[in-house]
């Protein structure tokens, strides 16, 4: 099975939001853009080997809305195919041989494509490796407009190297060019999100998909997907948004809020949804104050406070402050952009301004953003997932602005200490002086 990805992604008008990146780690377990010496605790990979596997799901009689008659006011319908990139904790042969990640991103119009590479850190199809009592808890990754799953590689290898089935469809979005398409994903993407989680459960109960336990899922998606997994994740969405009026002849509607088709969406299992820089909010209107008020899964939103393509306070802070009954965490990256979600840019990226900053943030390091989301995405999924509570001592933090924080008394000698946390104190597996330019906030879910 070859790996060859394509890749794009979105900038914003006025209208929509979006996303996306790529980029791969470099040798097994040690990821180009992954943890550096100044990481966060968490951040490290976990103790399995990393295999990928592609699976091919198929969804009969799916409306294709980009084809759709103005003349008859319908869409054909097609049968929808979704190739699933599935990272999982494996036990790879000593020496195996690890993937080369290959994809394109649109240039600058009227450029083409681009074309890069990059090495990873899986290894096709290595045996899966077997947790003692049961299966690895299942993550749904998503990615951003016109993107591609190895944009996100970054957490997916990552996450499987702790112990989690991460699947991770190519949601085939449209170029993003022709912003007259857009309302293939606006209908699209939380739909396949969900058929790809159900599907994976039925087959996990069957014993047809790895060792998975059906009953602990988790959601992440970033700009497009964060869109997605937010939605799939109980937002309502509000029939008078954005997708539900851009997407045409009334397909959305059966799953806008109170629709006949909305627990169609409804993921069983469903423990935890992080929405990285995720569209819906400023310019998109997906949810409204109502809607989001319907989640109830625990939430992990994470953001720049300078997304100029999403929108910081109408947009990703908005989520936060309207999901009241959700119990959630809001990771803020001061003066960080939109690009926070992606890895490194390639080497192929690097000699024009436009290719560049698919990948770059103008102010922060990618190997430091990167860092710092896989330590709060991992404590956040191992508390709410895998029910390990110690990890509630990396996100409840007294001090929520980073810079506000002090080195505890107790925390140690050595230039290259690690904060034990506390009241007032350095964030809980910083490095002394490397937790800075942050913000961490929490709220519990209102009765």
């Not at 979006?18 to 097994?28: G, K, L, T, V």
């Not at 190895?150 to 190297?161: C, G, R, V, Y």
């Not at 627990?263 to 909010?281: E, F, Q, S, T, Y």
């Not at 690690?418 to 809980?428: D, F, Q």
Request: overall charge neutral; some cysteine.
């Amino acid at each position: 099975m070859s790996v060859v990805f394509r890749l794009a992604g979105l900038r914003i008008d006025l209208v929509l939001a979006a996303a996306i990146w790529i980029a791969a780690p470099a040798e097994a377990q040690a990821p180009a853009d992954g943890p550096g010496i100044d990481a966060p605790e968490l951040a490290r990979p976990g103790p399995y080997g990393v295999g990928l596997h592609r699976l091919t799901l198929t969804q009969p009689a799916q409306a294709d809305v980009l084809a759709f008659d103005t003349r008859t006011g319908t869409a054909p319908l097609r049968d929808r195919v979704l190739e699933v990139e599935v990272w999982y904790p494996a036990t790879p042969a000593r020496g195996s041989k690890t993937v080369t990640y290959a994809d394109s991103l649109p240039g600058e119009p009227p450029r083409g494509a681009v074309a890069f590479t990059v090495k990873g850190a899986a290894v096709r199809d290595a045996p899966q490796a077997m947790r003692p009592g049961g299966g690895f808890p299942l993550v749904v990754l998503s990615h951003g407009y016109s993107g591609t799953p190895a944009a996100m590689t970054w957490i997916a290898e990552n996450l499987a190297s702790k112990g989690y089935v991460v699947a991770a469809p190519h949601h085939r979005d449209p170029d993003i060019s022709d912003r007259s398409k857009a309302a293939q994903p606006m209908l699209r993407r939380p739909l396949d999100i969900a058929f790809v989680a159900h599907t994976l459960q039925v087959r996990a109960q069957a014993g047809q998909f790895m060792s998975v336990d059906p009953e602990r899922v988790a959601l992440i998606g970033y700009s497009m997907g964060g869109y997605g997994v937010i939605t799939v994740a109980g937002a309502g969405l509000d029939p008078k948004g954005l997708p539900a009026v851009g997407v045409p002849g009334g397909y959305l509607k059966p799953f806008l809020r109170g629709g006949e088709k909305v627990r169609d969406l409804v993921v069983p299992g469903l423990k935890a949804v992080v929405a990285i820089a995720p569209a819906g909010g400023a310019g998109f209107n997906a949810w409204g104050s109502d809607g989001l008020a319907d989640l109830k899964t625990p939430l992990l939103v994470i953001g720049g406070d300078r997304d100029r393509t999403v929108g910081f306070q109408d947009g990703i802070k908005a989520v936060f402050d309207c999901a009241v009954h959700a119990d959630r965490y809001l990771l803020v990256f001061e003066n960080g952009g939109h690009n926070i979600g992606m890895n490194g840019a390639p080497r192929q990226m690097r000699a024009a301004l436009w290719d560049n900053d698919w990948f770059e943030d103008p102010v922060w390091r990618k190997a430091r953003t990167s860092s710092v989301q896989q330590h709060f995405i991992t404590a956040f999924l191992d508390r709410f997932v895998k029910g390990d509570e110690a990890m509630a001592a990396y996100l409840d933090t007294d001090a929520a602005i980073s810079n506000d924080a002090k080195w505890p008394a107790a925390g140690g000698g050595g230039y290259a200490a690690i904060s034990p946390g506390g009241p007032g104190a350095t964030w809980k597996g910083f490095p002394r002086n490397h937790a800075v330019g942050l913000e961490l906030h929490h709220a519990a879910p209102a009765r």
